[in-house]
């Protein structure tokens, strides 16, 4: 079992930044690649980041290439998503995500432990 917490979600008006921060325990992080998710009301759950499991590489969907940035610290069984120039259509709740597979995934089937989310609002 691989449990995962996410932070660092909030408020944040146009243009500005922030880091959310997913913990995990359980299984051992550093074999797995991460990945964030994110799901908009109405929307399905959607691709954002993922990172391989030694961190050596990355995947973006388009829509945040350039704006946001993944990274890892296997010391501290933590993966963060730096985000930055957020807009509106970045409001969701943003999800973390433990894969079977070591490489950066964008695929949802790849992952099979999540985290309950934390919400992201940036207002206009």
């Known amino acids: 079992q691989v449990q995962l917490v996410e932070s660092g979600g909030g408020l944040v008006q146009v243009g500005g930044s922030l880091r959310l921060s997913c913990t995990a325990s359980?299984?051992?992080?550093?074999?797995?690649?991460m990945g964030w998710f994110r799901q908009s009301p109405g929307n399905e759950r959607e691709f954002v980041a993922a990172?391989?499991?030694?961190?050596?590489?990355?995947n973006y969907a388009d829509s945040v290439k350039s704006r946001f940035s993944i990274s890892r610290d296997n010391a501290q069984n933590t993966v963060y998503l730096q985000m930055k120039s957020l807009t509106p259509q970045d409001t969701a709740v943003y999800y973390c995500?433990?894969?079977?597979?070591?490489?950066?995934?964008?695929?949802?089937?790849?992952?099979?432990?999540w985290g309950q989310g934390t919400k992201v609002t940036v207002s206009s």
């Open positions: 995500a433990a894969s079977s597979v070591r490489g950066a995934s964008w695929q949802r089937d790849s992952y099979d432990y």
């Open positions: 990172i391989s499991w030694n961190g050596r590489s990355t």
């Open positions: 359980g299984r051992t992080f550093s074999d797995s690649a």
